[in-house]
């Protein structure tokens, strides 16, 4: 085996040696930033050649407000810190920062009463100005939508979060840290005075790691000696996008409201800063960790999914909803009728294919989806091992929280 890397351009043994933090997206970047401005010397590794490759740079570019998230949970929290760290952080670099508001829209008696629960959370939340529309008034804020009633967020917002990991990137390197870029984690060997990380296989000696690893945030935890729970079950998120001539249908981003009963959030629509707006996404399992397209197959990966106990007990729990998430995966009618529930002037022939995502939804051996954001300590090593959404809205929150409670002295 090779000697340790002293990783050129840090100090070398003791005291001297960088901490280590293995991915590079969103959090991953935004912690070395956060490590950086205290002074840490830091190291970023990532098996792709180019910082947020997947979930950082496959997301809906959505700056969440906290309208759905428990009050006192770590997402509430760390999404209303993480909209001012963030609105701030594109302001200093010239990035694109639109509040162009959101519609939450009911459509039944059921989903009416859910919107109290949602108002409630907004306030103790301490989301702005939210309010109630009645059709008459959700008319004049959405001309084209329809619903029996909506919460109304003016204040949510629309990013490109492509350009503000790049922007982290640009900082991280800016204070002398590194990124180690196309180069595989595969081995992390915790010990009593630091950690040994192997990347593009070479080891690098170093005093502390942090795992944000995404959709492998299981395994390259376990890599650490982690428990296997919770395990990471990849869905893939397929979007269709208006035609550029029928973006004019809505002014911000029309949701639907979420059912306490399902996983996921269903179909809705975004515009994103670049003009285009884009209609999804649904939720079909992955055959593939990075599977962003039909065909895209790993049987290593599948074998995975398919032998974790969890995964079972979710199909037996979820089976009619993930029939009608593939029906619309398959109909591209199906999957405007969806969005004309709340846009009736859509149409398929409105719809034009759109690049789709994959998210890495936590799962617990009981079939259990992880809802909180999870992070573990093992001595030397802190994993993110559950991120989901509004985890890019809270990137720089999660920094925050993650070097101030795990990390006090890197």
Known sequence: MPAADAVPGFGGGGSGRPVGVVGAGLIGLAVARRLAQRGAEVVVFD????????????????????????????????????????????????????????????????????????????????????????PAALREVEPEVRGLAALHSPTTAIV?????ARALAGEVTAAGGRLVLGAEVTAIRPGPHGVTVTSGGRPYELRRAVICAGLYSDTVARLAGDAPSPAILAFRGEYYRLRPERAGLVRGLVYPVPDPAYPFLGVHLTPRVDGQVDIGPNAVLALAREGYRRR???????????????????????????LHELHGSLSKRAFAAQAARYVPALTAADLLPAPAGVRAQALDSHGALVDDFTLTALGPVTALRNAPSPAATSCLAIAAHLTDHYLQHP
């Open 296 to 322: 895209d197959v790993d049987l290593r990966d599948l074998g995975r999914a398919l032998a974790w106990p969890g995964t079972r007990r979710l199909v037996r729990r979820h089976w009619r909803a993930g």
């Open 160 to 164: 490109d979060f492509r350009a503000v």
């Open 47 to 134: 098996k792709e050649p180019e910082v947020a490759v997947h979930q950082s740079g496959h997301n809906s570019g959505v700056v969440h407000s906290g309208l759905y998230y428990p009050p006192g949970s770590l997402k509430a929290v760390l999404c209303r810190r993480g909209v001012g760290l963030l609105k701030e952080f594109c302001a200093e670099h010239g990035l694109p920062y639109r509040e162009i508001g959101k519609v939450v829209v009911a459509h039944s008696p059921e989903e009416v009463a859910r919107l109290d629960v949602l108002q409630e959370r907004a306030r103790a939340n301490g989301v702005p100005r939210v309010r109630r529309l009645d």
